[in-house]
């Protein structure tokens, strides 16, 4: 049934993926763009931009965090949806600065070394986004490790390549429509099962509104929203393909509704928790209502999972052929073609280290606190190289120590408090960092010189 779901599920999304039309290929596969030039619209955008972000590895975090601290722990994991708000009034206001891209902004800014160093936290990024997400899907066709957990994985990433290759951007946001509107429907219906069932008397009860309740991870995420938009080119290419108020509109409405979406997902876990199952948080609760329910949750974690990968696919596509490798005597498309097939290989490898899918966010999280500052003061003309590269480093120093466990730290006695420790000294250090270079060396005495 799940191989079945698989096949007819990718195969109704190739048939839907355009191939390029004659005329501006660039514009179609890069930008999104309709055969005749124009932009897509507001519904278009917003539904792109939320169904990337309900990434399979959300739904799966989001109900493990439901089941272990009930609604503080939905509420935790939706905090990080008020990226959108942060990250479209940033790219609002460098879009009206004249930069067509984040790389153009760092490169006019810091300097071709900054866009380089930002380039190889986004690959970092963007390969965190295939494992992560075939990783929830491969557990619906067998344990962690098993055979076919593992060819399930190769066999989703290599599928939604397949028609991700097709028109790049334009693939991914037709097919992301179309695949927001079945996770929507879906959602609805999976609630109409579990809602009745759910001992909500008890899951009111078990919210513990303290640091080890889950209230510091929601600490983290309202830290981490500053900074963590901006090193997901899934999110912020798609800042840039529409004019401005238009994507501010879709960016805000982005972040409310998927605020929404995950919070609502909690209750997957909350039912679990309540219900007193145990195992797989996703797999046992589908079970536990029947066959209806397991492939209902199957559509929605392949859907959401799908979406995200195909988005960071195009992604990287774009990163190497436009943003890096722009003069490079080649065809753009190819060499986007090419970086996404490398980008599957190496993604779906880290299976085999079976790491955890949680880690892909809260780590990679904390590496990027740095760019907090470069943003917030955007423009600020008197930073330069030094105090980027200061709050830049300071981020990935702290990202490493915490996740090779060599900070001692801690504030409070619950699950992330050495996590919340990190992150606040992390922020600190780097604003600090990043506001005393900038009058030590300012921009103006570097060029000078």
């Given amino acids: 049934m799940n191989w079945t779901i698989l096949l007819g599920f990718s195969a109704l999304m190739f048939a839907i993926s355009p191939a ?3 005329g501006n290929q660039l514009a179609q596969f890069f930008g999104a763009k309709r055969e005749d030039g124009s932009e897509i619209g507001l519904k278009t955008l917003t539904s792109s931009l939320l169904i990337s972000w309900i990434f399979a590895k959300s739904i799966y975090n989001t109900a493990a965090l439901g089941s272990s601290f009930s609604m503080v722990g939905g509420i935790a994991y939706a905090t990080y949806w008020l990226s959108f708000i942060v990250a ?36 970092f990024r963007l390969w965190n986004e295939i494992w992560s997400n075939t990783m929830v899907v491969g557990q619906f066709f067998g344990s962690n ?89 899934v999110m912020t290419d798609r800042g840039f393909i529409t004019e401005e108020s238009k994507m501010l509109k879709g960016f805000i409405l982005s972040g409310v509704l998927g ?73 753009k498309i190819l060499l986007a073609r090419i970086s996404m097939i490398t980008l599957a290989i190496l993604g779906n490898i880290m299976i085999h280290a079976g790491p955890s899918i949680l880690s892909a966010t809260t780590v990679s999280g904390t590496m990027v606190v740095g760019l907090a500052p470069i943003f917030i003061f955007s423009n600020w003309s008197r930073p330069h190289k030094a105090s980027y590269y200061a709050s830049i480093l300071t981020g990935l120093v702290f990202g490493v120590l915490l996740a090779t466990k060599s900070i001692g730290g801690t504030i409070g006695t619950g699950k992330y408090g050495s996590l919340l420790y990190t992150n606040i000294w992390a922020t600190l250090i780097s604003f600090a960092l990043f506001v005393l270079l900038a009058f030590i060396f300012p921009k103006r005495e570097c060029e000078k010189s």
Avoid: C
């Fill in 259 to 331: 605020f929404i979406f995950i919070f609502i997902f909690s209750f997957i876990g909350i039912y679990f928790k309540t219900a007193n199952l145990e195992g797989n948080v996703i797999i046992e609760t589908a079970k536990s209502f029947g066959v209806i329910v397991v492939i209902i949750m199957n559509v929605i974690m392949l859907s959401s999972a799908s979406s995200t990968i195909d988005s960071t696919f195009t992604s990287i596509g774009k990163l190497i052929s436009i943003d890096l490798f722009s003069n490079i005597k080649m065809d």
């Fill in 88 to 123: 479209g009034f940033t790219i609002y206001r460098l879009k009206k600065a004249g930069f067509r891209s984040i790389h153009e902004f760092l490169n006019t800014k810091y300097g071709q070394g900054a866009t380089w160093l930002f380039s190889f936290i986004l690959v």
């Fill in 145 to 233: 490790g098993s055979s076919s957990f593992i060819m399930a994985t190769w066999a989703t990433t290599g599928l939604v390549l397949l028609y991700s290759l097709k028109s790049g951007l334009r693939s991914s946001i037709l097919t992301d429509v179309i695949q927001m509107g079945l996770t929507t429907f879906l959602l609805l219906l999976l609630l109409g099962f579990i809602l009745p069932k759910t001992d909500m008397t008890m899951a009111m009860a078990n919210n513990n509104w303290s640091l080890s309740g889950g209230v510091d991870l929601i600490l983290v995420a309202m830290i981490q929203i500053w900074s963590y938009p901006f090193h997901d080119p």
């Fill in 20 to 22: 390029l039309k004659p």
